[in-house]
T-cell receptor
Framework: GAVVSQHPSWVICKSGTSVKIECRSL??????MFWYRQFPKQSLMLMATSNEGSKATYEQGVEKDKFLINHASLTLSTLTVTSAHPEDSSFYIC????????????FGQGTRLTVV | ELKVEQNPLFLSMQEGKNYTIYCNYSTTSDRLYWYRQDPGKSLESLFV?????AVKQEGRLMASLDTKARLSTLHITAAVHDLSATYFC???????????FGDGTTLTVKP
């Protein structure tokens, strides 16, 4: 099956610093990447959708200048949390899809971000 | 806006018993997913349902889809402790290109 590799698995950073999370598709070309955030005991909330070579589409209420998404190749997408604050602490999960305009069932392992 | 409602949100079962988790959604859909999530882990894909009347089974879990009723069910047969986890349904509305998740059902199977 399709493998999506997400790194790091966990990260602790100081308030005000930036953190980059990588999501790679290992055995297929990911035309579309989805980035989700999950707070404890809650569901997944879609943050943004990115198509390779295009700008990401952000969901309502998600600050595009704070959560920078790059999808420059068919196997790599990155999410950078800029000027992180404690309220950004969450579980971030990527999902990679092979078709533009379709959701995907292939998820990365997730990244636990703790901002102190 | 697509709304996805799962119930129950919490389910405590005895081993060996059967139960059903329900997933209702508010608009027409192209596909529906069921996932399992263990504590601290990412999602594991269980089923993808693409058409009305679709039924898929894997082990003690069986999922079905009724697009006319906008309802999917995840049926658990003869539950065992290893099935304890949180189960999510996710729905891709027609032409949406993205999924909306239900709130999840936390299942605890007791001996």
């Amino acid at each position: 099956g399709a493998v999506v590799s997400q790194h790091p698995s966990w990260v602790i950073c100081k308030s005000g610093t930036s953190v980059k999370i990588e999501c790679r598709s290992l055995d297929f070309q990911a035309t579309t990447m989805f980035w989700y955030r999950q707070f404890p005991k809650q569901s997944l909330m879609l943050m943004a959708t990115s198509n390779e070579g295009s700008k990401a589409t952000y969901e309502q209420g998600v600050e595009k200048d704070k959560f920078l998404i790059n999808h420059a190749s068919l196997t790599l997408s990155t999410l950078t949390v800029t000027s992180a604050h404690p309220e950004d602490s969450s579980f971030y999960i990527c999902s990679a899809g092979t078709k533009r305009g379709r959701s995907s069932a292939f998820f990365g392992q997730g990244t636990r971000l703790t901002v102190v | 806006e697509l709304k996805v409602e799962q119930n129950p949100l919490f389910l405590s079962m005895q081993e060996g018993k059967n139960y059903t988790i329900y997933c209702n959604y508010s608009t027409t859909s192209d596909r529906l997913y069921w996932y399992r999530q263990d504590p601290g882990k990412s999602l594991e894909s269980l089923f993808v349902l693409l058409s009305n009347g679709a039924v898929k089974q894997e082990g003690r879990l069986m999922a079905s889809l009724d697009t006319k009723a906008r309802l999917s069910t995840l049926h658990i047969t003869a539950a065992v402790h290893d099935l304890s986890a949180t189960y999510f349904c996710a729905v891709e509305a027609t032409n949406a290109g993205k999924s909306t998740f239900g709130d999840g059902t936390t299942l605890t199977v007791k001996p």
